[in-house]
């Protein structure tokens, strides 16, 4: 199967239905007041983690999603329908971001976890909603809020227990190819792996942990050299990190000069993954080379800190030994507590924000007022109705747009622009 781990999708939520404007006509009752109903709200754009997924394959065919819009409202006060929500299916361990902003909307990582990504818009008013006292009989009613939008970026992280990392050609496929049902494709040439391989490992006592044979890494890649950036990615979510080293040297490499490149490396992406608990593994101690480098690996472990391991991927040597060891280790791993997690906070709506109002010019000398409830108020308004025409400038004043728009220099008959639509000023 293809390994599509970073994709971009469009989505978006359904458009409110629009409200009604009606009046009661029924035979006993000559002068019925409004009895227009409002619409129903628009769906919803979710993402719901699919334990049958484990790429962003089908996104590669499939890249736009649309929900639907909510009924309009009718007469004799009957509300519209909401919309049901567009349910999109990811894989576990998918990372959704706005592409315009790069801001991380969603981390999803357990199966059946939802995170809303777009709101459907609110079904517009109808005219029943508009009597006051001063005014029995509106005419007007609410177009429906329209549904959000937004292209995103969907990045895949492995969801493994354990990330291999090292050079290229040190072994790390074959290890995984000795302990696991896995088959990752195994030649004597760089970068053979170049997608990540998970196997499942079984322990003597019928236990399994996920191993990730995650592609080697280069120097500069945690700037992005080679494939760097999309190999890190997948080593975040690891518990546990194997650090295999090539003991014999064959290519001219010294593992212990490599160890600490690779550690370089990580440390430069991510001080959570330079955190992250290490062991050191010396593979491909069955060639005579291999021995004058041991003493000084066992060194360096000791040095460091960490659990060390002399093993042959190809002979099964010193393997089991360390399988045991990472299966113990996971059963006693603790998670660390991290912060608060900003990722949870999609829709956590700022009123300030969206009341928040700026003015800018385009390249005509148009004004453009920007600020997401006016924007909302202007989607919403029936200008073809003189009531709702003069409830927007009544709302215009209350918000000082006229003192703001003074103040940016704007003279007689100058256009405004607020989202899609397009106003000739006048004092």
């Not at 491909?284 to 080379?289: A, Q, R, V, W, Y």
């Not at 660390?336 to 010019?361: C, F, L, Q």
């Not at 728009?405 to 006048?426: A, C, N, P, S, W």
């Amino acid at each position: 199967m293809q390994f599509i781990d970073r994709t971009k999708v469009i989505v978006k939520a359904g458009d409110g239905g629009h409200g009604k404007s009606a009046f009661r006509r029924e035979k006993f009752v000559p002068k019925g007041g409004p009895a227009g109903g409002d619409g129903g709200r628009g769906g919803d754009i979710i993402f719901e983690v699919d334990s049958n997924m484990n790429t962003l394959l089908d996104f590669r065919y499939h890249r736009k999603f649309t929900a639907k819009n909510g009924e309009n409202g009718d007469i004799k006060n009957q509300y519209g329908k909401n919309a049901p929500a567009c349910i999109v299916k990811v894989p576990p361990g998918t990372v959704v971001k706005d592409e315009q902003t790069g801001e991380v909307l969603a981390d999803l990582t357990e199966v059946g976890q939802q995170a809303v990504i777009c709101k459907g818009g609110r079904g517009g008013r109808g005219n029943a909603k508009f009597a006051t006292a001063a005014n029995r009989a509106p005419t007007f009613a609410e177009f429906g809020e329209p549904g959000e939008q937004r292209n995103l970026i969907l990045e895949l992280k492995l969801l493994a227990d354990v990330g291999l990392v090292g050079y290229p050609s040190v072994g790390k496929s074959s290890l995984v190819a000795s302990c696991s049902a896995a088959r990752p494709e195994i030649a004597e040439y760089h970068f053979t792996t170049i997608t990540p391989v998970l196997g499942v490992v079984k322990t003597d006592y019928e236990k399994s942990f996920v191993m990730a044979d995650i592609p080697g890494l280069i120097d500069g890649a945690a700037d992005g050299a080679g494939l760097g950036h999309d190999f890190l990615r997948h080593v975040e979510r690891t518990k546990l990190i194997v650090h295999i080293v090539d003991a014999s040297g064959i290519e001219g490499r010294d593992p212990v000069e490599d160890f600490y490149k690779i550690n370089r490396e990580l440390a430069k992406y991510s001080d959570k993954l330079a955190r992250r608990t290490q062991i050191l593994v010396a593979n491909k101690i069955d060639l005579p080379e291999a021995q004058a480098n041991l003493p000084r690996l066992q060194k360096l472990a000791e040095k460091e800190g960490l659990k060390f391991f002399a093993i042959s991927a190809a002979t099964h040597a010193g393997v089991k030994e360390l399988i045991s060891y990472i299966g113990e280790w996971l059963d006693n791993y603790v998670p660390e507590v991290e912060a608060e997690d900003e990722t949870e906070k999609v829709y956590d709506e700022n009123k300030e924000d969206a009341e928040k109002i700026t003015i800018t010019r385009n390249d005509a000398g148009d004004f453009i007022v920007h600020g997401a409830a006016l924007e909302k108020l202007v989607a919403m308004t029936n200008f073809n109705n003189d009531e709702a025409l003069r409830r927007f400038q009544y709302i215009w004043r209350i918000k000082g747009l006229d003192e703001k728009l003074t103040e940016r220099g704007i003279k007689e008959g100058q256009t405004v622009r607020i989202g899609d639509m397009e106003f000739e000023y006048h004092e």
